[in-house]
């Protein structure tokens, strides 16, 4: 059993042919979507066949539309209803060539803490993920540091992916990496790798990552594959599936889902790595964050 702490988001959609125009309108496809980075790792994680649970936190306004849509994603989905603050938004502005900017309302997801926690989400689980962005708030962190610690007592492994260049920027380069200094798996993508190391090159990156951190470093840099490091060794490289993307929401989810899912079955990291590669190929060609195509409307 795989377990996913992290956040639970409502994805608004835009993709938009022709750069924006100010002050007039844009023509533009837009959906409403169940999305949050964490939320997604579960959902594809489930759609490549492993057992995964999810502890997340949303407002009254959604909660049943996001915990319905990952129950029907094959998810144990343990979402958290807060009592005041809605759930986090999205808005995801994709351009012609897939690439996409975000503006982000965390609402509830920002929220979720140590009173979310139930020590029985760690039931038969043998991996604990952790999405980045639970690092950014004195509740995530101390909830990441609780669920690492029941993590560990049962021997399960840790992984987290950064999640955000961003927010990792503001809240400091050095706390973040001693924040996550116990994990035996990290997931960046380029950007993250070299803002996290001052190493421009992934490959380079992903060899410090693991060095410093003494874990599995598996830095992905979308057209240009995985780059794969553990302690000690120097960084593999992965190819990616070749595909013309869509909408690139989410790839990074889709990759870590599926690795995490053939890391559950037994296979080598290599070999995660080219799952997760083949799955993003598959996650670029459609809209939002998640298998398939799930429903519009919250």
Known sequence: MLLVVGDVVTDVVARHAAPLAPGTDTPAEIAILPGGAGANVAAWAAHCGARARLLARAGRDSADWHRAALLRAGVEAHVRVDPAAPTGKVVALV??????????????AFRLGPADWDPELLAGVTHVHLSGYLYFTAPGRALAALVTAGA????????????????????GVRDFLAAIASADTVFPNAAEATLLTGLPSPAAAAGALAAALDATAVVTAAAGGAHLAAPGAPAVHVPATPVT????????????????????????????AAAGCATAATAVRTPGGRPGRPGQGA
């Open 95 to 108: 351009d012609g060539g897939g690439e996409r900017s975000f503006l982000t309302d965390s609402g509830a």
């Open 152 to 171: 560990r007592a049962r021997g399960a492994t840790v992984s987290v992916d950064p999640a955000s260049e961003g927010f990792i920027a503001r809240s």
């Open 245 to 272: 993307p869509l909408d690139t929401t989410g790839a990074g989810d889709a990759f870590a889902g599926a690795y995490l899912a053939a890391a559950q079955a037994g296979r080598a990291p290599r070999e995660a």
